[in-house]
């Protein structure tokens, strides 16, 4: 009967977990470049109270094991990177990635992150950064007579100042990529930093073999499915209640064994 308490109880911890990873998905639905995640579970040791027997009788079947689990373990968070829908902003300075890849930002600590999210500003200084202020690399600079901005989808920047009519470049953005993108870390602010899973970071243009487009005046939205959420949390909520069942079902079963003594 105690085995049964544990396996509900680690039944109703690990639909907890995923209620609240689905939870974090639908308050990000309208979160630029989000990635949604889920959870991912693993069945715990087996506890073998019977070995299978092999027979030396011809005529007599080997006999099965009896295995009985000790419940499920949360091991995992996988994020997808399945591409969001582009919108259109006409903004000049809204960049999306049409396919992989990732924008690379400087953090204050001079370390690099990596973010799907192009709603670049420009600051005080000119500089191009995100919403945090972050510098975007490759860190480029803007004159205060620039009259129009243009991103091409090889990630080539170009800027037309007042009264010139030939625009000048001033850079050109270096998209990265990674061999697992499902092992980044998330650290908030629309920002992933690399793992060990993850792998060392493989730099290249937009638009070249195996990197995503660059798309001027568009944004990349959550790639979360509502409907596949709501879905996936009744689901969980079920379970929940299931399990809960089973500990108020043992918790019976126990009150009538005592009961037994007493009759």
Same mark, same amino acid.
């Given at each position: 009967?105690?085995?049964? #308490?544990?396996?509900? &109880?680690? *039944?109703?911890?690990?639909?907890?977990? @995923?209620?609240?990873?689905?939870?974090?998905?639908?308050?990000?639905?309208?979160?630029?470049?989000?990635?949604?995640?889920?959870a991912e579970f693993q069945d715990l040791m087996y506890q073998t109270l019977k070995v299978s027997e092999r027979s030396q009788n011809p005529n007599v079947q080997d006999s099965t094991e009896i295995q009985v689990g000790n419940g499920t373990l949360p091991v995992a968070t #996988?994020?997808?990177? &399945?591409? *969001?829908?582009?919108?259109?902003?006409? @903004?000049?300075?809204?960049?999306?990635?049409?396919?992989?890849?990732?924008?690379?930002v400087r953090r204050p600590d001079g370390s690099v992150a990596y973010s799907r999210d192009g709603a670049l500003k420009i600051s005080g200084e000119g500089t191009l950064v995100?919403?945090?202020?972050?510098?975007?690399?490759?860190?480029?600079?803007?004159?205060?007579?620039?009259?129009?901005?243009?991103?091409?989808?090889d990630g080539v920047i170009e800027a037309t100042a007042v009264g010139d009519t030939v625009p000048v470049k001033l850079g050109q953005f270096e998209l990265a990529k990674f061999i697992n993108p499902a092992g980044l870390r998330s650290i908030g602010n629309n920002l992933y930093v690399e793992t060990a899973a993850s792998g060392r970071p493989i730099n290249g243009a937009a638009g070249s073999e195996g990197f995503?487009?660059?798309?001027?005046?568009?944004l990349e939205s959550s790639n979360v499915d509502i409907v596949e959420e709501m879905v996936n949390m009744i689901t969980a909520q079920r379970a929940y209640e299931i399990n809960s069942k089973t500990i108020k079902t043992v918790e019976e079963m126990l009150s009538m064994a005592n009961n037994l003594k007493r009759g």
């Open positions: 009967m105690n085995r049964a #308490l544990r396996t509900a &109880a680690t *039944g109703m911890y690990a639909q907890q977990l @995923n209620v609240e990873i689905m939870a974090n998905n639908l308050a990000n639905v309208n979160t630029t470049g989000f990635k949604k995640s889920r #996988l994020k997808s990177f &399945a591409q *969001g829908d582009l919108q259109p902003t006409n @903004n000049p300075l809204d960049v999306s990635i049409q396919g992989e890849g990732f924008l690379q995100t919403a945090q202020g972050y510098i975007v690399e490759p860190g480029v600079s803007f004159s205060s007579d620039t009259n129009s901005i243009m991103i091409s989808r995503g487009e660059l798309q001027q005046n568009f």
